[in-house]
């Protein structure tokens, strides 16, 4: 048994003969006879009742009416979704997204990302790039986004990890309000520094500002979990923090300074498992984010 039989059954039951089912399935009538006494000898049983006045149901064949009509609408539903999902516009989307980028540039890329998808299911994790990184390798996470660019990644990170850099995001200084006229060339004499813990798996800004200031007998290292630690810190007066515009916010308490020249924007980069399958769903993800990327790059021109 096909479906294509239980169509053609459908419509010699619905049509009440089979020459005018052929006629509403825009054939001949032989194909559809020959495909009803196909299904009745495989089956083994009568489906239809011929009569002068045309072909009814047997009770076998309204048993088989209704348990086809179920199966051919879960075919459709099937086969629909698997076109949807072909398309990307549908299906499950998991993201590990690195706490500085969420605010700068996910959010903006789920936005775009659910109005062209707006079928689609994205879970996102708010974890560190170790964490993304792990979850890639062992498959809990189909994409992630990071901080760094490509040049700081430890080698087993490019052996894990395919890559697509996105736009680069600016950093300010966050110090307390009442030191924003402070002047510290080179970013030297501020003291304590609120920095994000080091990660074996890249180099980033620890490593940058621990090196240029190698030599500035103030400067110590306060180091925290995520960005926003950072900013309640500096809002206690116990150091300065690079931070974006964004995650900043507005406080009362800390104000936002040009950095250091030494201290560059971080670069914000796709990462999924290398030599996988792009789906559709990836597919559509990675558009999103060129998209906002692009509009990103027009608004600061």
Not at 93 to 120: S, T
Request: aromatic share 6%; with cysteine.
């Amino acid at each position: 048994m096909d479906f294509r039989q239980l169509e053609y059954f459908r419509a010699v039951v619905e049509a009440g003969s089979v020459s005018q089912a052929a006629k509403n399935l825009d054939m001949t009538q032989p194909p559809v006879s020959h495909a009803i006494a196909k299904l009745e000898r495989e089956l083994g049983v009568r489906l239809l009742e011929r009569t002068a006045k045309g072909v009814h149901p047997t009770q076998a064949g309204l048993y088989l009416l209704s348990k086809g009509g179920r199966l051919v609408a879960d075919r459709d539903r099937a086969v629909e979704t698997l076109r949807l999902m072909g398309e990307g516009a549908v299906g499950d989307l998991r993201i590990g997204v690195e706490p500085m980028v969420i605010n700068e540039l996910i959010a903006d890329v789920l936005a775009e990302f659910l109005e062209q998808a707006p079928g689609a299911r994205v879970s996102l994790t708010d974890v560190t790039p170790d964490v993304i990184v792990e979850g890639i390798r062992n498959g809990k996470l189909d994409m992630g986004c990071v901080p760094f660019g490509p040049r700081q990644y430890a080698g087993f990170v490019t052996d894990i990890c395919d890559y697509y850099p996105i736009t680069k995001i600016g950093l300010k200084l966050a110090v307390p309000r009442d030191r924003a006229r402070e002047q510290h060339p080179e970013g030297k004499g501020w003291g304590r520094w609120i920095l994000p813990y080091r990660i074996p798996a890249f180099t980033g800004m620890p490593d940058v500002v621990e090196n240029e200031l190698a030599d500035d007998d103030s400067f110590e290292v306060l180091e925290v979990s995520t960005p926003q630690t950072a900013i309640a810190f500096v809002a206690a007066g116990l150091g300065v923090a690079p931070v974006t515009e964004r995650i900043a916010g507005r406080s009362d308490a800390v104000a936002l300074i040009d950095p250091p020249r030494w201290l560059a924007p971080m670069q914000a980069t796709l990462l999924w498992r290398r030599g996988s399958e792009i789906t559709p769903l990836m597919e559509r993800w990675l558009q999103a984010t060129g998209l906002i990327a692009a509009r990103r790059r027009a608004g600061g021109a």
